[in-house]
T-cell receptor, first 113, second 110 residues
Framework: DSGVTQTPKHLITATGQRVTLRCSPRSGDLSVYWYQQSLDQGLQFLIQ???????AKGNILERFSAQQFPDLHSELNLSSLELGDSALYFCASSVDSARETQYFGPGTRLLVL | GQQLNQSPQSMFIQEGEDVSMNCTSSSIFNTWLWYKQEPGEGPVLLIA?????ELTSNGRLTAQFGITRKDSFLNISASIPSDVGIYFCAGHSGTYKYIFGTGTRLKVLA
C-alpha cells in the first residue's frame, strides 16, 4: 500500500458526460501528479500540483482540468468524454518537487461507452 | 507524448535466470526511478537513483544510474514467477515532471 488513495476504483459512463476522479496523497506529500495510461501503453503525464498551485502541465486535453484543495487532495475533471478517453488514470504524490520520488495510487479505471 | 526508450519490449525467461533491461534517453536526467506494474494495479516503486554512477540494490533487484546520465539499467537475479509484470523506468531532468519509459513486459516460465 503506497498510501495514495484514489476513488472511484471503476467508472463507467457515456460519451459526452463529465466525471470527477479524486486522489488523496500520502500524508505529508505536497505534490500530486495525474497520469493517463491507455490499454497496454506507458504512462502519460497530464498535470502536477504543488501545495495547491499548478506546477507543470503535460499532454492534458482542454476538456480535462484538475485542482488541488487546501487539504491537499486533488480532483481530475474530465468533460465531454469520448470513447478514446477510456483508460486507467493514476494519481501519484511526492514530498516536494526537488526530490521527486513518486508513489502511485491504485488508479481509476474509466470506461466510456 | 515524450517517452524514454526501454529495451527489451518484452521477454520470456525461465525461472532462476537473471534479467537485464535498460532505459535510454536523448536528454540528461538528474533522477531515475524504476517501477513494477501488475495488471490493473498502480506502479510500485522499486528503486530510486539520484547520482550518476550510483548502484543501488533492493533484494534481488539492482539498478544503476548511467555515467552519461542518459541511461539506467535494472537487473533482476534468480527470477521467480512473481517477478512477472511490466517494468517502467522514469527520468526526471529538473523540470517538474517525469518522463516514463515504454515498459518492459516480463514473463517468467516456471
Amino acid at each position: 500500500d503506497s498510501g495514495v488513495t484514489q476513488t472511484p476504483k471503476h467508472l463507467i459512463t457515456a460519451t459526452g458526460q463529465r466525471v470527477t476522479l479524486r486522489c488523496s496523497p500520502r500524508s505529508g506529500d505536497l505534490s500530486v501528479y495525474w497520469y493517463q495510461q491507455s490499454l497496454d501503453q506507458g504512462l502519460q503525464f497530464l498535470i502536477q500540483y504543488y501545495n495547491g498551485e499548478e506546477r507543470a502541465k503535460g499532454n492534458i486535453l482542454e476538456r480535462f482540468s484538475a485542482q488541488q484543495f487546501p487539504d491537499l487532495h486533488s480532483e481530475l475533471n474530465l468533460s465531454s468524454l469520448e470513447l478514446g478517453d477510456s483508460a486507467l488514470y493514476f494519481c501519484a504524490s511526492s514530498v516536494d518537487s526537488a526530490r521527486e520520488t513518486q508513489y502511485f495510487g491504485p488508479g481509476t479505471r474509466l470506461l466510456v461507452l | 507524448g515524450q517517452q524514454l526508450n526501454q529495451s527489451p519490449q518484452s521477454m520470456f525467461i525461465q525461472e532462476g535466470e537473471d534479467v537485464s533491461m535498460n532505459c535510454t534517453s536523448s536528454s540528461i536526467f538528474n533522477t531515475w526511478l524504476w517501477y513494477k506494474q501488475e495488471p490493473g494495479e498502480g506502479p510500485v516503486l522499486l528503486i530510486a537513483l539520484y547520482k550518476a554512477g550510483e548502484l543501488t540494490s533492493n533484494g534481488r533487484l539492482t539498478a544503476q544510474f548511467g555515467i552519461t546520465r542518459k541511461d539506467s539499467f535494472l537487473n533482476i537475479s534468480a527470477s521467480i514467477p512473481s517477478d512477472v509484470g511490466i517494468y517502467f523506468c522514469a527520468g526526471h531532468s529538473g523540470t517538474y515532471k517525469y518522463i516514463f519509459g515504454t515498459g518492459t513486459r516480463l514473463k517468467v516460465l516456471a
